[in-house]
């Protein structure tokens, strides 16, 4: 039996895109589940701007199944 509808999250991500990609590839049904980003896209990891446009390329997507908190961090990023 598949989850035919629920909500996930997601957090701590701190700019490793190819290991958030690969999650949410593997494992985010866009057409059942909404995905919660819940913060810290950024910070530590090498593709900080990467992992925080892709969040953004999501959310225009498909808004109704993606959101995500945006924090201080993200935000000091993109005005760089």
């Known amino acids: 039996m598949g989850v035919?509808?629920?909500?996930?999250?997601?957090?701590?991500?701190?700019g490793c895109?190819?290991?958030?990609?690969k999650l949410i590839n593997e494992h985010w049904n866009?057409?059942?589940l909404i995905l919660v980003q819940l913060g810290d896209l950024s910070d530590?990891?090498?593709?900080?701007?990467?992992?925080?446009l892709y969040a953004i390329e999501l959310q225009k997507t498909i808004p109704i199944k993606f959101t995500f908190l945006k924090e201080i961090m993200s935000l000091k990023l993109l005005c760089m």
């Open 17 to 21: 895109f190819h290991t958030f990609t």
């Open 30 to 32: 866009s057409g059942k």
């Open 4 to 14: 035919t509808h629920g909500v996930i999250s997601s957090g701590d991500v701190h």
């Open 44 to 52: 530590r990891g090498k593709f900080s701007p990467e992992t925080i």
